[in-house]
């Protein structure tokens, strides 16, 4: 029976692995949209509207900009056919026409857990500025939706580009020691069946 609950053991290691997918937004073409799709994630914007980052400084890439004035855009991502993933960090900037503005905080959340990545206070321009959630969000947290607020105070544009995002995958993969564990274990059971038939032989 030892034998047995070593080789049954050895099975049981699993390995979850993480696959990295960035969520650019260059292939939407211009305009407004409520739904998309970019890769194996399902976007879901309200109030939005899909523009050319040339209006944000440090950007020659197309961004999610939020441009209606005075409005609180929300964009809700989660992977298509449900699932775990993790946010790694993601690219924010500002195109402002009145650096004395006010705005609004935007956040990114997910249940319960959110993070100011844009404090409230004057604006002024902004090239794309690395984000890395470094409080509830962070480490490597398995999450099945995030939303992003976005706060526009009517002086300018709002825009997110590169979002980093992992995959969480549930596969079981046997890690090198439970293959060595099951070899072993296999073959001293295999011994031991070996020696018993011997006996009744004799």
Do not use: C, H, Y
């Not at 969520?23 to 509207?49: E, H, K, P």
């Not at 976005?150 to 992992?166: T, Y």
């Amino acid at each position: 029976m030892r034998l047995v609950a070593t080789l049954i053991a050895g099975v049981l290691f699993i390995g979850t692995s993480a696959d990295a997918e960035v969520i650019d937004f260059d292939g939407l073409g211009s305009g407004n949209f409520s739904f998309a799709t970019i890769g194996n994630f399902q976007l879901t914007a309200v109030n939005t509207v899909i523009a050319n980052a040339a209006t944000i400084p440090g950007s020659v890439t197309q961004t999610l900009l939020q441009t209606d004035a005075n409005q609180v855009a929300t964009l809700s991502i989660s992977r298509i056919g449900g699932g775990l993933f993790s946010l790694t960090n993601f690219l924010w900037g500002f195109d402002a026409l009145n650096a004395s503005n006010a705005v609004s905080p935007s956040t990114v959340s997910s249940g319960a857990l959110s993070e100011t990545f844009r404090a409230a206070g004057g604006i002024g321009d902004t090239s794309l500025t690395t984000f890395t959630p470094s409080g509830a969000l962070s480490g490597g947290i398995g999450v099945n939706q995030l939303n992003f607020s976005l706060s526009n105070n009517g002086g300018g544009n709002f825009g997110l580009d590169s979002i980093d995002l992992a995959l969480v995958s549930g596969a079981t993969v046997p890690e090198p020691s439970s293959f060595v564990a099951l070899f072993f274990g296999g073959a001293a059971f295999w011994g031991v069946r070996r020696r018993r038939g011997q006996k009744q032989v004799t």
